[in-house]
């Protein structure tokens, strides 16, 4: 089985605002468990950039990884840029919106 991790981000509308990256997977009982969060100022480019890096840092290179997201440019354009052999897919509830 390859291995996939989902990724998004959400805006935090509290005190201090900026937006919270997080990547889960599953494991072999088929639970989804959190890999790695991060905070942000924003959900641009950068800050995606940055947050996928760390997790290359984290987990270095692995073979056939597929990544599952929502249709925001700046994760794709992460992706492409910090994982450019990973497989980048939509995440089914989003295409559903399509």
Same mark, same amino acid.
């Given at each position: 089985? @390859?291995? $996939?991790?989902? $990724? ?5 509308? /509290? ?22 969060? /991060? ?16 997790? @290359?840092?984290?987990? /270095?290179?692995?073979?056939?990884? $597929? ?10 354009? /992460? ?16 295409? $559903?919106?399509?």
């Amino acid at each position: 089985m @390859r291995p $996939v991790i989902a $990724v998004d981000g959400t805006h935090l509308k /509290g005190r201090f605002g900026g937006t919270m990256f997080v990547a889960t997977a599953q494991d072999g009982n088929e639970q989804v468990y959190p890999i790695a969060f /991060g905070y942000g100022d924003s959900e641009n480019n950068l800050s995606w950039e940055w947050f996928l890096e760390c997790l @290359r840092g984290a987990f /270095g290179h692995i073979d056939d990884l $597929v990544f599952i997201s929502d249709r925001h440019a700046s994760i794709e354009a /992460g992706i492409s840029k910090v994982f450019p052999y990973a497989t980048h897919t939509i995440c089914c509830w989003h295409l $559903v919106k399509i």
